[in-house]
């Protein structure tokens, strides 16, 4: 493994800095879609959804919609120019429903009038009778009916019923895992302004402007170059921006067609929440061998999730979730089946993880109910299964394990956290505690890095030098808070050797980089920090060559360092003073730049390859107190040790760390998805709908970067992708109320508890816990 | 300057915006972002409950200015009246630098995606005016309306601890907060008639008791509006037309907080931060449920009586002060009468209110001897979150018996409402488990809850019954912890 010592030093990139709009976030003046000023004429759209959550549309009389006040267009499926679909694999998501409605939520018809609230008043005038069909509303009922959006898959290694017939233990269970809302705290938008000659400029809050660009241009009829799309910044995306926008985008860009006018359409938070995909929710069944030891033998599971009512991005969510049923863990003899459900409610999308963390769950319930039935530390069960250095270290998807760091994390942590002495003392308190009970757990995190589909993986950026020595550099990544900006324009001035101030990032722009990936599957500085560092090092070449020529000194002694360029005879010159003699001797000073993932190849029939390039890992320890009396519980500390490779910026790295791990935790406590028997979403708001709060980060936190631990292949500047890995470090705080549960019960008893782990369900897992016992 | 009658007046960045012509119900949110290009200040949910639209706004109090963070999202412009706001815009001083709140957060890399930082900025801006040296325990109560998505709260909350270690900036630092100049154009703006928009008056803001009686007398199809805390919500997410409004936030009579007679009065235009302020100071056990009552700027806003005249179920404020055997003064034109709290809800938003008829004011027993009392809510999460259940209890325990017992509960019916049979089961028993456990039997007699998104029937009933074990638990000298807060990592 390299270390840190090998590495080139770096004097930007590698160290702390400040987000690069942070002083504008701070102050209001950051924009966001809504914050762009229109045109004075410009309309706003509100659009009509569907009551029922599954029905034949009998009649639509819109003829009150079109008569309300301010209103100037409204227009339905029959109205499209184009394709009437955004879906992004299949085309199975239609922009408006033409005559089946397949969710309450789905979008029918838009509005587009003088004001957000004219639109708004408008669509509640619409009179539309269906004929309401039964509607599938939950993942057993999809199961039972087979009711599935894209055809189920299946992974076996080894010989999982062989051996799971002559394992010393056997073990039959379930869990359920809750869905989760995005809960980005800007609602979907989008605008668009009409441009000469048929063109359209789309301003849209995506995390994968091209794919907007591609479905708007379908949409309205036309080619992808009549469509330009721009993001300069998200407010918070988690996978919710990445397909999700195009049906936004799409509406006001045929309004601005049909009106030759510019449109906004900003969903209302409700309307967010009831229209826009969630997490998947799953469960799990499963069948487990397992030795004296908890080491496990064989298993067999079966993975069924909601994907709503169309496939949208279900298929590769799904398979990640197989890719991480082994988390941490070797399984020798394995089987996976993995259902894709179709219910009739809202189709379910990305989200920060993208089914990985569904994965994790399931063989971190495993291992939790094999430990409690052999009266062992979960810990010691997590350790006998981790996957080996040596051996035992090739998934299930027959990719080999080169980069194993969990056990040097375990190690750490459990020492560190000061686990086991912890352990004992909360067995103590736990005795002589009848209503309160603690309960801690150590979880690891192994999170394949690279998206599965292998085409994904690549990048491309350009970079301008002017001849003021300034840089402006654009890449086709997206920045929705993660620091994306500022972690890649780091990279450039690292290359450059200049300040960061000297180097701008502007808009993300697909008339700038074309047919760019999402950002997503926590790969954006991997990609485009590479992509940019290879349009840097294309003009510094040029500029290396160009000095070399013009001062008579060798090109390999130039170096770009400390603000200025040294050509090694003991002179420099400023970046700018070389930019003006470069221009002079006609010598390009832009350049793009172009990044793809080496080493990797995936094959969906089998799902066997080596979809990641490499693997993030980290642990967390949480301790937490439970009453017993109502199911409250409040987290009490956490420790956190987490693998970044040679950390880009420490500080973002942090500030990703803490807030994927409170992100998961939420997911897995208090926010809880609930549709009532009609199918309508009741937790539509955030007065329902229950994200952590400043209270919930832990009274007592502490959390670490693994150190000294650089990326073994070569990403940028050794680092690693930190967007969604620390979201399952949250896994802690469900295992570790699950050990609370299980203090309320006897040794050898399994914690029934399900995810989300609400006041309720807790009270009823430890209910369940007392009748098992 | 004396403000014309009907513009609605009030000061942003030192200067006096007048506002004419605009529907009352007009957010101050969507007043700032459409109509003056501010565009700092976000909406993230347009209901109060993520603090993305956190302002500050300044009112003349007692000589100086009192500011407060609330939530301009379903704030109805015309309440703003004779009132100073204070935007994120508003902080950086004329050379472009940061204020020391602003400083503190991007030195903490409190900002991810930087939606939600205006609104984290006004809510630690209101701490920073009003506590100089707050706790980390108070940061985190002063952010319970916010929400964050992005980080772990950590960095904000240091933010929060580290913004008082700055010096004080040239612009709003505290002393210029309550200069002479702000005082005095906030004094310019000050009206001597009642302000009343629109023909037939659309909005009338009274500014006297019997002003107000009598045009509601005149106009009981009106609507009475104090925090616009539920209200707003009609306009912005059910989209009603409102009747004309007559607004309380004027009238002096009824901000008032005195005690008399035994009891602590309430007017009906007290904020709810200054009436659980009041009750806490006479029951210091209720501190928590006046903390976990909404958000900060929700509690900045939305008023007590307008929380019990609302008469929601699950409003947090009525099981305890039916326990207690609190009383509302109503109002009618000239009449008056007392009702006790509990005789006020009928049915479902069914309340014994007469056209034309109001809350002037709630009346709240003080601490008798020998009297037991609290308050537990059950709710997902522990800040601002609406409650599952939520029980009050009063017991009065002489010589171990239980000589008096009100207990009522929220979340459990179609109103707030007593544990009879519960409490019948107590009165007159030993103060023992066993005439607990009998008690707690009672509970799924004395109610039918509902399953919702917030909890089952079940757990309703279950939780209803376990908190009556749990107020025993305190209340009888058992030496075991009983709450979750009581505990800590070793």
């Known amino acids: ?773 | 300057m004396s403000n014309p009658g009907h513009a609605i007046c009030f000061i942003l960045d030192g200067k006096t915006i007048e506002v004419n012509d605009i529907p009352p119900t007009t957010t101050l949110l969507q007043y700032l972002r459409e109509s003056l290009g501010r565009s700092g200040t976000k909406e993230g949910c347009a209901e109060g409950d993520c603090g993305a639209c956190t302002v500050v706004v300044g009112e003349p109090a007692n000589g100086s200015i009192a500011y407060r963070a609330v939530n301009s999202c379903i704030r109805f412009l015309p309440t703003l009246d004779g009132k100073e706001v204070v935007t994120v815009e508003s902080l950086r001083a004329a050379a472009g630098d940061l204020h020391p709140v602003q400083q503190a957060m991007v030195d903490c890399h409190g900002s991810q995606c930087g939606f939600c930082t205006p609104g984290f900025v006004m809510s630690l801006f209101g701490l920073y005016l009003n506590q100089p040296a707050a706790t980390r325990d108070e940061v985190i109560d002063a952010l319970a309306g916010n929400l964050c998505r992005c980080t772990g709260y950590r960095p904000i909350v240091d933010a929060g601890c580290k913004m008082n270690d700055y010096p004080p900036p040239a612009h709003w630092s505290r002393d210029d907060a309550q200069s002479a100049a702000r005082r005095e154009r906030l004094q310019s703006i000050q009206r001597k008639d009642s302000l009343a928009l629109g023909t037939p008056a659309g909005f009338l803001a009274p500014q006297t008791l019997a002003e107000l009686a009598s045009a509601y007398a005149a106009a009981p199809g009106s609507l009475l509006l104090a925090g616009s805390t539920d209200i707003g919500l009609w306009v912005t997410k059910q989209m009603r037309e409102l009747p004309p409004i007559i607004y309380l936030g004027e009238v002096a009579e009824l901000k008032t907080i005195r005690e008399t007679g035994g009891m602590l009065e309430i007017g009906a235009a007290v904020r709810l931060t200054e009436a659980y302020d009041a009750i806490v100071k006479h029951y210091p056990m209720l501190a928590e449920l006046g903390n976990r009552f909404a958000s900060p700027p929700i509690r900045n806003a939305g008023t007590l009586c307008g929380n019990l005249a609302n008469g929601s179920p699950i409003g947090d404020s009525m099981p305890v002060l039916i326990a207690l055997g609190a009383s509302v003064e109503l109002r009618c034109g000239d009449r008056t009468r007392t009702l006790p709290l509990e005789k006020l809800y009928l049915g479902y938003q069914k309340k014994d209110l007469a056209a034309g008829e109001f809350l002037t004011a709630v009346r709240i027993p003080l601490p008798q001897p020998g009297c037991t009392v609290a308050s537990y809510k059950i709710a997902k999460r522990y800040d601002q979150d609406i409650s599952a259940v939520c029980g009050g209890y009063a017991l009065t325990i002489s010589d171990g018996m239980v000589t008096a017992a009100r207990i009522a509960y929220g979340g459990m019916a179609a109103i707030p409402q007593r544990a009879a049979r519960t409490e019948t089961a107590l009165i007159g028993q030993p103060w023992n488990e066993a005439t607990v456990a009998a008690a707690m039997q009672q509970i799924a007699a004395d109610y039918t809850p509902l399953s919702d998104m917030r909890a089952s029937a079940a757990y309703r009933l279950q939780v209803a019954a376990n908190l009556l074990q749990r107020f025993y638990l305190e209340h009888s000298g058992a030496a075991i912890a009983s709450r979750i807060e009581m505990v800590a990592a070793d």
Not at chain 1, 80 to 101: C, K, Q, R
Not at chain 1, 446 to 467: D, E, P, R, W
Not at chain 1, 545 to 550: M, R
Not at chain 1, 601 to 622: E, I, K, Q, S
């Open chain 1, 1 to 773: 493994m390299n270390t840190i010592a090998e590495l080139p030093p770096t004097t930007i990139a590698g160290h702390t800095q400040r987000h690069e709009s942070a002083h504008l976030h701070v102050s209001g003046c950051a924009n966001y879609v809504d914050d762009i000023p229109l045109p004075a004429d410009a309309l706003h759209v509100a659009l009509g959804m569907s009551r029922v959550a599954h029905g034949r549309i009998k009649s639509i009389d819109l003829s009150a919609v079109a008569a309300a006040p301010g209103v100037v267009a409204v227009i339905t499926a029959r109205d499209l120019p184009g394709d009437n679909n955004y879906g992004p694999i299949l085309a199975d998501d239609p922009i408006f429903a033409e005559s089946l409605v397949e969710y309450a939520g789905q979008s029918i018809f838009a509005v587009a009038a003088t004001s957000h609230d004219a639109a708004r008043r408008a669509v509640k005038r619409a009179k539309i009778e269906y004929e309401e069909l039964p509607a599938i509303l939950d993942i057993r009922s999809a199961l039972e009916k087979n009711s599935f959006v894209i055809p189920s898959q299946k992974l076996v290694r080894g010989h999982p019923q062989a051996v799971l017939a002559s394992s010393p233990h056997r073990l039959q269970g379930s869990i359920t895992i809750g869905g989760q809302d995005h809960f980005y705290l800007e609602g979907h938008i989008a605008a668009a302004v009409p441009q000469e000659d048929g063109a359209m400029l789309v301003y849209s809050s995506t995390q994968h402007p091209s794919e907007v660009q591609h479905l708007v241009a379908h949409a309205l009829g036309k080619h992808s170059h009549h469509v330009t799309v721009q993001c300069r910044r998200m407010g918070g995306g988690f996978g919710g921006k990445e397909s999700q926008p195009a049906l936004f985008a799409c509406v006001t860009a045929i309004l601005a067609a049909k009106t030759g006018r510019a449109i906004k359409l900003r969903l209302d938070r409700d309307d967010d929440m009831t229209m826009t995909g969630k997490r998947h929710d799953f469960i799990a069944d499963y069948d487990v061998g397992y030795d004296d030891s908890g080491r496990i033998t064989a298993l067999a599971v079966m993975l069924a999730s909601r994907c709503g009512y169309s496939a949208d991005l279900s298929g590769p969510v799904n398979d990640r979730a197989i890719c991480h049923i082994d988390n941490a863990y070797f399984l020798e003899h394995i089987e996976v089946v993995s259902h894709r459900c179709k219910t009739n409610t809202v189709s379910n999308t990305a989200f920060r993880g993208f089914g990985g963390p569904q994965g994790m769950m399931a063989i971190e319930a495993v291992i939790d109910d094999i430990a409690r039935k052999l009266q062992r530390d979960p810990l010691d069960v997590r350790r006998a299964n981790f996957y080996g250095i040596e051996d035992r270290n090739v998934t299930p998807y027959q990719m080999r394990v080169e980069d194993n760091v969990i056990h040097a994390i375990a190690d750490q942590l459990e020492a560190s956290s000061d686990y086991r002495t912890r352990r004992q003392r909360i067995a103590t308190f736990n005795a002589a505690s009848p209503l309160i009970k603690r309960g801690i757990a150590l979880t690891p995190v192994k999170f394949g890095i690279s998206f599965n589909a292998t085409h994904y993986n690549q990048a491309g950026a350009l970079v301008h030098l002017y001849t003021d020595g300034s840089i402006l550099l654009n890449h086709g990544g997206t920045e929705m808070g993660q620091g994306l900006y500022t972690k890649v324009t780091q990279v450039v001035a690292e290359e450059f050797g200049v300040p960061l101030t000297q180097v701008r990032t502007s808009a993300t722009d697909t008339s700038k980089v074309p047919n760019t990936s999402a950002t997503a599957a926590s790969s954006g500085s991997d990609l485009n920090g590479k992509a940019a560092q290879a349009a840097a090092r294309t003009i510094k070449e040029r500029l290396t060559n160009f000095a070399s020529e013009k001062y008579g000194v060798p090109a390999a002694d130039i170096k770009f360092a400390g603000g200025s360029v040294q050509l090694g005879n003991g002179k420099s010159l400023a970046l700018a003073e070389l930019a003006v003699a470069a221009h002079a001797g006609r010598i390009s000073m832009s350049s793009t730049g172009y990044y793809r993932t080496p080493k990797i190849h995936w094959d969906r029939a089998t799902l066997t390859g080596r979809p990641f390039f490499y693997f993030a890992y980290g642990a967390a320890v949480a301790e937490v107190a439970v009453d017993t009396l109502t199911g409250e519980y409040r987290m009490l500390r956490v420790d956190i040790l987490h693998d970044v490779g040679r950390s880009l910026n420490p500080a973002i790295d942090i500030g990703q760390v803490e807030g994927g791990f409170l992100q998961g935790a939420g997911w897995l406590t208090s926010e809880e998805l609930w549709w009532n028997a009609r199918g309508e979403l009741k937790t539509h708001a955030p007065s329902t709908y229950k994200i952590p709060t400043a209270r919930d980060w832990p009274l007592d936190a502490r959390v670490h970067l693994l150190e000294r631990s650089p990326n073994v292949e070569d990403t940028i500047y050794r680092s690693k992708a930190v967007g969604e890995p620390p979201l399952m470090l949250g896994i802690a705080v469900f295992h570790a109320i699950r050990d609370a549960v299980a203090n309320c019960a006897p040794p050898g008893t399994r914690s029934p508890l399900h995810a989300p782990a609400t006041p309720e369900a807790v009270l009823r897992a430890i209910r369940a816990a007392k009748d098992l016992a």
